[in-house]
């Protein structure tokens, strides 16, 4: 088995004829422009044309990432085959269809060979997230990526189940949303931790030969996100926790390299050149910055948004969900709105400090305009949350074009479904 890095949570597995690419995200920034690659990227375009098979995880745009995915030359592209997961709403299969891929879906928890000595077993999560098994040449390899709701040893023990071992384990290694305000380091700091010891219990469950720290190689490049870049953990630090409290390997990459599994490889050279990488931004970080939407266009896109999850989610449930509204300060139009079933408007009787949520206009109109959005938001961290506020109301607002996201409708059946969830975790 021969791992190939491309960047961030992107590697290719290869093994006789089969060159699998695992979410390959090549350039360009994310998350409304909040994220940006660390290093770059060694990997083209053109280099798809060793590529047997891509498997994409789950939508975000670090790990499928459509603009890159149309930059591959057509005739490449028909003699590559996405894998993915099987979704209700069949939006990343049909958008590879179009492209001339073929396409398979994977049914979950069902091995799928792609030739003698090469076999895949993926489970996508609730949250449209999905891990990978891969066994090539009798090794196993485990990619967790983003997946963060296998939190228990019975959980993780529905992974395993399907595995003799785990060879090499590739697990994220630092935040990847809002961790806290900017005055809130040690937060940021403790949230950073708890990563850190969330790849402890997986690596102490699985018992991994290896483990590869990967998914988190970004920097937070926005003027309204700059700050997170505190407290996040560097490549340096997670070696030296894994080295110290944690009994598998580090394998520590960087695009470009190759790694033959069992070989030893030197972690020095990786990690000295991120630090470079993360040194080069922070002294001069090109940040991004965001437009002014004028207040009337915020409010026509409320009411958009409004009306579309109105018409997508069972009436009673969405009106009980929701029966708390969001108070809003929009930093760079310095006004405070209310937001609820009846739409946004202004409200001068509330002080920022008492609000749910201090963003900016752009963003706010990216939450609105997309049913991803306000997932991105949390995401790219472009937000404070007062201390007298509720996030919650904000967060309860954006769930539901959420789930429109995923295809997914709020109904009696869906509630009756998390509660019995619920009680089984309990159990």
């Excluded at 699985?206 to 937070?220: E, L, N, T, W």
Aim: glycine share 4%; aromatic share 14%; charged share 25%.
């Amino acid at each position: 088995m021969k791992i190939s890095w491309i960047n961030h949570a992107g590697f290719i597995v290869e093994s006789g004829n089969v060159v699998l690419a695992c979410d390959p995200w090549i350039e360009g920034e994310i998350f409304h422009d909040g994220w940006r690659l660390l290093a770059k990227s060694k990997f083209t375009y053109e280099d798809f044309s060793k590529v047997t098979h891509i498997w994409f995880s789950h939508e975000h745009p670090d790990h499928f990432n459509p603009v890159n995915i149309k930059k591959i030359p057509a005739e490449i592209r028909k003699n590559i085959t996405v894998l993915y997961q099987i979704t209700n709403d069949k939006k990343i299969i049909d958008f590879c269809k179009k492209l001339n891929f073929n396409v398979v879906e994977l049914p979950s928890l069902k091995w799928y060979e792609l030739n003698p000595n090469f076999k895949l077993i993926n489970q996508n999560d609730r949250f449209g997230d999905s891990w990978l098994g891969v066994v090539a040449d009798g090794k196993t390899l485990l990619n967790m990526n983003d997946v963060i709701s296998f939190t228990t040893k019975a959980e993780l023990n529905s992974i395993a189940k399907h595995f003799t071992s785990i060879d090499v384990l590739f697990t994220q290694f630092s935040y990847a949303s809002f961790a806290g305000n900017k005055d809130e380091l040690e937060k940021r700091k403790k949230v950073a931790l708890d990563k850190l010891l969330y790849m402890k219990f997986q690596c102490d469950f699985f018992k991994p030969k290896f483990v590869v720290p990967f998914a988190s190689f970004v920097d937070f490049c926005k003027s309204s996100n700059f700050y997170a870049n505190e407290g996040a953990n560097t490549i340096e630090d997670v070696s030296a926790f894994i080295l110290k409290n944690i009994e598998a390997i580090p394998v520590i990459f960087y695009p470009g390299d190759q790694w033959f599994f069992g070989q030893q490889h030197s972690n020095i050279e990786a990690i000295e050149k991120y630090k470079i990488d993360q040194n080069n931004f922070l002294s001069a970080p090109n940040l991004i910055t965001s437009k002014i939407i004028p207040f009337q266009e915020l409010k026509g896109l409320a009411n958009e948004f409004l009306d579309r999850i109105k018409s997508a989610h069972n009436s009673i449930l969405l009106k009980h969900k929701l029966k708390n509204p969001c108070n809003l300060f929009i930093e760079d139009l310095k006004i405070t709105c209310r937001l609820n079933l009846k739409g946004l408007e202004i409200i001068d009787s509330i002080q920022e400090d008492s609000c749910d949520i201090v963003l900016n206009s752009e963003s706010l109109a990216y939450c609105f305009k997309f049913n991803w959005g306000g997932d991105t938001l949390n995401i790219n961290a472009c937000f404070q949350v007062p201390k007298k506020g509720n996030i919650n109301n904000f967060k309860n607002y954006f769930y539901f074009s959420q789930l429109l996201n995923l295809g997914k409708r709020y109904n009696f059946s869906v509630v009756v479904k998390n509660v019995f969830s619920k009680l089984l975790k309990r159990l």
